[in-house]
């Protein structure tokens, strides 16, 4: 064993080791962290296309450095702060989105939760008003009635409330029905669900900027899946051309969805409400949870 420690410690006396502090750790950890979630952020969204485009110009700016091309450097350096800028507005979508993907963090959504009251939190979505959205959307979907209804959750969607007409009702499917029934005023545009009331209608939405979704998808799809990439919210599409019925949450479209599906995605929006309140009561009390 003595032999054998001798063998370890000849060998590894020629290698230098530097001396780690828990900061240097630390350090590492967070780099290592951003670098992996920038990483996934770039598969995920437009910015990897765009990067495509910027290592060109950077191969090309390389070439120009090693030939010389002094005109062509001369004007690079020259632009370089016009350039910084046009980047900033070109990734302006991608990099909203991940900011507002970071604040809704757990950690993030916890400090900032425990600093509200009990009024100003989210009110869960109930039984009964999953009940009225899935008789609604079926019915619509057997009409061939083209619907679009956004339920909010975390992040407040008073902006697109602010495009409609307040009603500020109750849900039931009598009325969401009567909303989307065609050439009525109310027709056209989102309905807007907060606390378990309709709280506005021919709200406008935002349209998604992905280029791969397909080409099939009309503007209702396109406007529900732009609001979920901007937003937390959940939106029940409903398709006047086909009758099927669509969720779309988080950036993601779930099509095809019968009475059962969709009700499961409405009863997973309830579960996440519902896990929430219960971390809040925990860190407030001075608890911790585990994820």
């Given at each position: 064993?003595e032999?054998?420690?001798?063998?370890?410690q000849t060998?590894?006396?020629?290698?230098?080791f530097?001396?780690?502090?828990?900061?240097d750790?630390l350090?590492?950890f967070?780099i290592?962290?951003?670098?992996?979630?920038?990483?996934?952020?770039?598969k995920?969204?437009?910015a990897k296309?765009?990067?495509?485009?910027?290592?060109?110009?950077?191969?090309?700016?390389?070439?120009?450095a090693?030939?010389?091309?002094?005109?062509?450097?001369?004007?690079a350096?020259n632009l370089?702060?016009?350039?910084?800028l046009?980047?900033v507005i070109?990734?302006?979508?991608?990099?909203r989105?991940?900011l507002?993907?970071l604040?809704r963090k757990n950690?993030?959504s916890?400090?900032?939760?425990s600093?509200y009251?009990?009024?100003?939190s989210?009110?869960n979505?109930e039984?009964k008003?999953?009940y009225?959205?899935?008789?609604a959307?079926?019915?619509l979907?057997k009409?061939k009635?083209?619907?679009?209804?956004?339920?909010?959750h975390?992040t407040?969607?008073g902006e697109?409330?602010?495009?409609?007409i307040?009603?500020?009702?109750?849900?039931?499917h009598?009325l969401?029905?009567?909303i989307?029934?065609k050439?009525?005023?109310?027709?056209d545009g989102?309905?807007?669900?907060k606390?378990?009331r309709?709280?506005?209608a021919?709200?406008?939405?935002p349209l998604?900027?992905n280029?791969?979704?397909?080409?099939a998808?009309?503007t209702?799809h396109?406007?529900?899946?732009?609001?979920?990439?901007?937003?937390?919210?959940?939106t029940?599409i409903v398709?006047e051309?086909?009758g099927?019925?669509s969720v779309a949450?988080?950036?993601?479209?779930y099509k095809?969805l019968?009475?059962?599906g969709?009700?499961?995605?409405?009863?997973?929006?309830h579960?996440?409400?519902?896990?929430?309140?219960s971390r809040s009561?925990?860190l407030?009390k001075?608890?911790?949870?585990?994820?």
């Open positions: 064993m032999a054998i420690w001798a063998f370890i060998h590894l006396d020629g290698i230098y530097p001396e780690l502090k828990w900061t750790v350090d590492i967070i290592a962290y951003s670098i992996y979630h920038i990483l996934l952020w770039l995920t969204s437009r296309t765009l990067l495509r485009g910027i290592f060109v110009v950077a191969l090309f700016l390389a070439f120009a090693v030939a010389r091309l002094n005109t062509i450097l001369w004007i350096r370089i702060n016009v350039i910084l046009t980047l070109l990734f302006q979508p991608e990099l989105r991940a507002d993907e604040g950690f993030v916890r400090l900032f939760n600093m009251s009990k009024n100003d989210v009110k979505i039984d008003t999953i009225e959205l899935v008789k959307a079926v019915q979907a009409d009635t083209g619907a679009l209804i956004v339920i909010e975390d407040p969607l697109i409330i602010n495009t409609g307040s009603i500020d009702a109750e849900v039931t009598q969401l029905i009567n989307f029934e050439n009525t005023p109310l027709h989102a309905v807007v669900i606390n378990n309709v709280i506005a021919t709200c406008y939405l998604t900027d280029g791969e979704i397909e080409k998808l009309g209702r396109r406007a529900g899946l732009g609001i979920s990439e901007t937003t937390d919210s959940m029940v398709s051309e086909t099927e019925i949450y988080m950036g993601q479209l095809g019968d009475e059962d969709l009700r499961k995605q409405l009863t997973k929006l579960s996440e409400q519902e896990e929430k309140p009561r925990k407030r001075g608890g911790q949870t585990n994820e």
